[in-house]
């Protein structure tokens, strides 16, 4: 079942138990920015891409590496990350791993 986008004031759960470890779905998006509930299974790679604007990473669960062309940054449970718009970067997952991605439009 695919997440519905969230309405103002609307409570959607993001945790594994209320949606699944690996699903991904877009949650909001607004004239400044979107929302997407991020699910990468074990071993799975998103490979090298940018995104014109800022964005930030919430780990919700699990363990990432996320990495970019200067270093490696390992994301876990409660981790968080904000990357400039423009920044090259790709995500492997060590464990099914679910993470808030916020992208500024």
């Not at 103002?8 to 945790?15: D, F, H, Q, W, Y």
């Not at 991020?38 to 090298?48: F, K, T």
């Not at 995500?91 to 808030?100: E, F, G, R």
Request: charged fraction near 20%.
């Amino acid at each position: 079942m695919a997440l519905a986008h969230a309405k103002p004031g609307e409570v959607i759960g993001l945790r594994d138990e209320q949606v699944g470890a690996t699903r991904t779905a877009a949650l909001v998006k607004t004239s400044s920015f979107e929302a997407v509930r991020l699910g990468v299974q074990a071993g799975r790679e998103i490979p090298w891409h940018h995104v014109p604007k800022e964005l930030t990473l919430f780990c919700i669960s699990g363990d990432v590496v996320l990495r970019l062309e200067t270093r490696e940054i390992q994301l876990r449970a409660g981790d968080w990350v904000f990357l400039e718009g423009g920044a090259r970067h790709a995500l492997s997952a060590h464990v099914d791993s679910t993470l808030l991605l916020t992208i500024m439009l």
